[in-house]
């Protein structure tokens, strides 16, 4: 059934794709916008940078809550006995305003402006639409698909619903979803198909006809005014990425600036414009391991190493349960944008710990905020300047990612620097953030299924 839904999305979505393949060989690049910058209407010109990293973190525990359910309940879903119960507590592709990311997209004909999440850790597209009987109270106009000439309702008959992970009939024999939180928020929708566009930089319009979304009549919950709906960048089939297909040739790239640089524009790369240069400067590549749920980017992380320190951290391997196949070894981390922390396991932090305070020449203090378990005292002499050890990720296929002292360390309050790293124990997943992929250029390859990482000056890219 999954290859036929498969070949029945590429179908579908085809016909569609062929201005753009005519029309955008060379690929195309969009703005991806901080929910801190001042471009966001999240903004706020009172808050600091401390209080910011705050909620950061707060966000990323909660992510990788989310993260450890969906692999439960996905992993659950995989048993036909297990399924029927698995169907009843489904969830959702994003728990509420854990993003760090947002893009805008243009929806209908004529086309609407949507500030939306974009979430490499979801894949349904969702937007709220016109009627909403039950919905969050959003600050734009929701999109009304009567007043645009190319939408159109997926029949609950079609192959392409049974890609959604819970799918039903409504009552005129639409195909509906309902996406459940654990807070109690929900959306439910109905699959539909309509042309999405983007403003690519440089100036032009990227249109993709027949694309399919979730149109959400029915929402409530813990969500925000200011969000319009969801663009899912993840890797299962409802997802941008996968609709769009050989039409990117199954590429799409960031590349973040680091989090003090909030004038700076971090871009989205697609097709062409993703691919990491031939000969990049320190560019290595580890594959993309299949996994469930196949939304999320599993790595295999094997060692962590802190220079000047002899011998590496061994991390621990994932649970069998994470394999795709029994036979296969899962990946034991997923690298993910929209978290902002890494998470490993506690058995490795405190070896990793161990080695950065024999590294370190400053004083011990205890994080004020209690997030962090490794802190230093920078006020004295070099305070900010002070050298701390490079601490590198070895992942699969001899990849070794090299995280210098802005991608390792971070500011807790004023002169107070902390390990960027917290325990994945008691979430039981863990996550490559996105304070570690800060300037690089990350290229994910879902045709080859493998990725690709390189030291890059992203404010300049």
Request: proline content about 5%; aromatic content about 8%.
């Amino acid at each position: 059934m999954a290859s036929s839904v498969v070949v029945s999305l590429l179908i579908l979505s085809a016909a569609g794709l062929l201005p753009l393949l005519a029309y955008s060989k060379g690929g195309f690049s969009m703005e991806l916008i901080h929910r801190d910058s001042p471009k966001s209407p999240f903004y706020d010109p009172t808050s600091t940078a401390h209080s910011r990293l705050k909620a950061a973190a707060q966000r990323s525990r909660a992510r990788a809550t989310y993260f450890r359910q969906a692999m439960q309940k996905s992993t659950l879903s995989e048993s036909p006995a297990s399924a029927p119960a698995a169907a009843d507590n489904f969830y959702s592709d994003i728990t509420p305003n854990t993003f760090e990311y947002l893009m805008s997209i243009y929806l209908g004909s004529p086309a609407e402006k949507i500030l939306a999440i974009a979430d490499t850790g979801s894949d349904l597209i969702w937007i709220q639409c016109k009627p909403c009987d039950e919905c969050y109270h959003q600050s734009a106009p929701l999109f009304d698909p009567q007043a645009s000439s190319t939408y159109k309702v997926v029949s609950c008959e079609a192959e392409s619903c049974s890609a959604l992970p819970q799918g039903s009939c409504g009552s005129e024999s639409q195909c509906e979803y309902n996406y459940a939180y654990g807070d109690g928020s929900f959306v439910d929708g109905f699959l539909s198909t309509e042309t999405i566009s983007f403003d690519a930089i440089g100036g032009r319009r990227v249109q993709f006809p027949k694309s399919f979304f979730g149109c959400t009549h029915r929402s409530n919950g813990t969500f925000d005014q200011n969000e319009g709906g969801l663009v899912g960048l993840g890797g299962g089939q409802l997802s941008l990425i996968r609709q769009l297909g050989s039409a990117i040739d199954n590429k799409f790239s960031y590349c973040l600036p680091s989090a003090d640089q909030t004038s700076a524009t971090s871009r989205l790369n697609f097709g062409s414009n993703a691919v990491v240069p031939g000969g990049s400067n320190g560019a290595v590549t580890t594959p993309l391991i299949p996994g469930y749920p196949d939304t999320f980017y599993f790595l295999s992380l094997e060692q962590i190493s802190v220079s000047g320190q002899a011998g590496a951290v061994n991390v621990k391997p994932a649970a069998s349960t994470n394999a795709k196949k029994a036979k296969d070894v899962g990946g034991n981390i997923i690298i993910d944008s929209g978290t902002t922390l890494t998470l490993i396991d506690d058995e490795a932090l405190q070896s990793v710990t161990s080695k950065v305070l024999s590294s370190v020449k400053l004083p011990r203090v205890t994080d004020p905020e209690g997030l962090f378990s490794l802190c230093f005292d920078v006020s004295g002499e070099g305070g900010n300047n002070a050298k701390f050890p490079d601490i590198t990720f070895h992942f699969s296929g001899g990849a070794a990612v090299v995280l210098h002292k802005s991608n390792a360390f971070i500011e807790s309050a004023t002169n107070v620097l902390c390990l960027a790293l917290i325990s994945s124990d008691g979430i039981g997943i863990n996550i490559f953030g996105n304070i570690a992929q800060q300037n690089f250029h990350i290229e994910y390859d879902l045709g080859a299924m493998q990725l690709t990482l390189a030291p890059a000056d992203c404010a300049h890219l």
